[in-house]
């Protein structure tokens, strides 16, 4: 069965980068769509980045775009999530997460879940 574990979170100052990287276990990412999602203290979670199987489509938050990059590693069974000038809104849990879909399709409706890590933005 999939497991995933995240790794990567901190303490950054606004302003700062930090790079995520989730890695599979008990099976390899070559047939999951992957996505990050996050959340704050008490808040809804929310899908950050998605990418697709082949990583030819990635979608990206709103509130992300521009910042944040989702790139992934399928002979490393790897995918990372790179920040860049983080926010103190950025602030909360971050999730890797998989399901099955189409080799090119960036749709992540995920039924597999890592156990999270922890991204403090504060200075």
């Known amino acids: 069965q999939l497991q995933l574990v995240e790794s990567g979170g901190g303490l950054v100052q606004p302003g700062g980068s930090l790079r995520l990287s989730c890695a599979a276990s008990r099976a390899t990412l070559d047939s999951y769509a992957i996505g990050w999602f996050r959340q704050a203290p008490g808040k809804v979670l929310e899908e950050v980045s998605c990418i697709s199987i082949s990583g030819s489509s990635t979608h990206y938050a709103n509130a992300v775009k521009g910042r944040f990059t989702i790139s992934r590693d399928n002979a490393k069974n790897t995918v990372d999530l790179q920040m860049s000038s983080l926010k103190p809104e950025d602030t909360g849990s971050y999730f890797c997460?998989?399901?099955?879909?189409?080799?090119?399709?960036?749709?992540?409706?995920?039924?597999?879940w890592g156990q999270g890590t922890q991204v403090t933005v504060s200075s």
């Open positions: 997460a998989a399901n099955r879909a189409q080799r090119n399709q960036a749709m992540c409706t995920p039924d597999y």
